[in-house]
T-cell receptor, first 117, second 115 residues
Framework: GAVVSQHPSWVICKSGTSVKIECRSL??????MFWYRQFPKQSLMLMAT?????????EQGVEKDKFLINHASLTLSTLTVTSAHPEDSSFYIC?????????????FGEGSRLTVL | AQSVAQPEDQVNVAEGNPLTVKCTYS??????LFWYVQYPNRGLQFLLK??????LVKGSYGFEAEFNKSQTSFHLKKPSALVSDSALYFC?????????????FGAGTRLAVHP
């Protein structure tokens, strides 16, 4: 299947700093990528839909200014957690869909675990 | 809004026995349903999907799922469980509201297969 790569896998940062997480589709182009957040032992919550060349679409309750999303190219989307606080500590997962029918499955990155001290 | 429910937080089964992980859905229109598996500290891996056609869908690693319209269910099954099947399983439904083709996930069910 298609490969989605996330970097970094683990990141620890101090409260108040910003952290950038990258999501790359390695062998396909993705005009749309999705960012999810997962708390321990909980489901994935969709944060936003990242669109190449345009602004991201955020889900209700997700702070746009806190979670900055940039879809710079057809193979790269970034999530920046600005002024991170301990409550932002979570597992962040990106996903992308290959081109073609919209009935296709999503391919997921391996996730990025953020710990804010 | 589209949604799926996974009524069981955890399912325990002995190795070699059949397993079932339950999922029910609530959708407007035709349901597009998916199952994913997640191993610790990893992303999700696609198992199978139902779009249309046969109600019994076969997927990866010997898993299958049965789409039941009258019961609005899409239970995941495997005839003989392996210890290596122990993981977190998510049922998901496609949601196209807002113009984007996104997935909405259930709460997840932890499968524990005992030797």
């Amino acid at each position: 299947g298609a490969v989605v790569s996330q970097h970094p896998s683990w990141v620890i940062c101090k409260s108040g700093t910003s952290v950038k997480i990258e999501c790359r589709s390695l062998d396909f182009q993705a005009t749309t990528m999705f960012w999810y957040r997962q708390f321990p032992k909980q489901s994935l919550m969709l944060m936003a839909t990242s669109n190449e060349g345009s602004k991201a679409t955020y889900e209700q309750g997700v702070e746009k200014d806190k979670f900055l999303i940039n879809h710079a190219s057809l193979t790269l989307s970034t999530l920046t957690v600005t002024s991170a606080h301990p409550e932002d500590s979570s597992f962040y997962i990106c996903s992308a869909r290959t081109s073609g029918p919209n009935t296709g499955e999503l391919f997921f990155g391996e996730g990025s675990r953020l710990t804010v001290l | 809004a589209q949604s799926v429910a996974q009524p069981e937080d955890q399912v325990n089964v002995a190795e070699g026995n059949p397993l079932t992980v339950k999922c029910t859905y609530s959708v407007s229109g035709n349901p597009y349903l998916f199952w994913y598996v997640q191993y610790p500290n990893r992303g999700l891996q696609f198992l199978l999907k139902y779009i249309t056609g046969d109600n019994l869908v076969k997927g990866s690693y010997g898993f299958e799922a049965e789409f039941n319209k009258s019961q609005t269910s899409f239970h995941l099954k495997k005839p003989s469980a392996l210890v290596s099947d122990s993981a977190l399983y998510f049922c998901a439904v496609r949601d196209i509201s807002g113009g984007y083709n996104k997935l909405i996930f259930g709460a997840g069910t932890r499968l524990a297969v005992h030797p």
